[in-house]
């Protein structure tokens, strides 16, 4: 049962466009959204994260909104840059005591062209 | 990678082999986790630690198991390996809600 459904697989914008990934939730207990940025051949990196109790988080060009009546959040990228050419996942955990683990999404590969 | 490394960071194995997968961090965190990375499945959680000696399973923990002796380490084992288990296997540290990803291992089993 996939609880985080990510959209869309692969995303081509140009430079100086607004990248947008968004994903869906069905579990209502999730209390964490971050998202996540991978280069090839590393790990994920945290890049923003949000909780339910507030419907947009911004850091730099990086926004994360949240609708919670709707299940659905999204991460926009601001005046994209071929730097950010890279796989993008949203998540979400559970307050579980002890716990704290990650459901991920499917993944965004971001292609952002000069 | 957050004081986080991972060995091997490729290995090639053959079917019904004995794998063991190794993190280590420097940083004393207390939950420690192993998660799988294939196409079409983002990262999906296999086992994890919220101390020595206290692990559980995640979704996708049938064939693992895995062991935690000590604080800073944090061992994968594929007990026969398969080649359903061809994977990047990456380890994640936390001490809250931030998750800290090792550089992650290539296992291919043939």
């Known amino acids: 049962q996939q609880q985080v459904k990510q959209s869309p697989q692969s995303l081509i914008v140009q430079k100086g466009g607004i990248s947008i990934i968004n994903c869906a939730y069905e579990?209502?207990?999730?209390?964490?959204f971050p998202w996540y940025q991978q280069f090839p051949g590393k790990g994920p990196a945290l890049l923003i994260a949000i909780r339910p109790d507030v419907s947009e988080k911004k850091e730099g060009r990086f926004t994360i909104s949240f609708n919670k009546s709707a299940k659905q959040f999204s991460l926009h990228i601001m005046d994209s840059q071929p730097g950010d050419s890279a796989t993008y996942f949203c998540a979400a955990s559970l307050p579980s005591t002890g716990r704290r683990a990650l459901t991920f999404g499917s993944g965004t590969r971001l292609q952002v062209q000069p | 990678d957050a004081g986080i490394t991972q060995s091997p960071r490729h290995k090639v194995t053959e079917t019904g082999t004995p794998v063991t997968l190794r993190c280590h961090q420097t940083?004393?965190?207390?939950?420690m986790y192993w998660y799988r990375q294939d196409p079409g499945h983002g990262l999906r959680l296999i086992h994890y630690s919220y101390g020595v000696k206290d692990t559980d399973k995640g979704e996708v923990s049938d064939g693992y198991s895995v062991s935690r002796s000590k604080t800073e380490d944090f061992l994968l084992t594929l007990e026969s390996a398969t080649s359903s288990q061809t994977s990047v296997y990456f380890c994640?540290?936390?001490?809250?809600?931030?998750?800290?990803f090792g550089p992650g291992t290539r296992l291919t089993v043939l």
């Open positions: 994640a540290i936390s001490g809250t809600d931030t998750q800290y």
């Open positions: 579990n209502t207990a999730f209390d964490y």
């Open positions: 940083e004393n965190h207390r939950y």
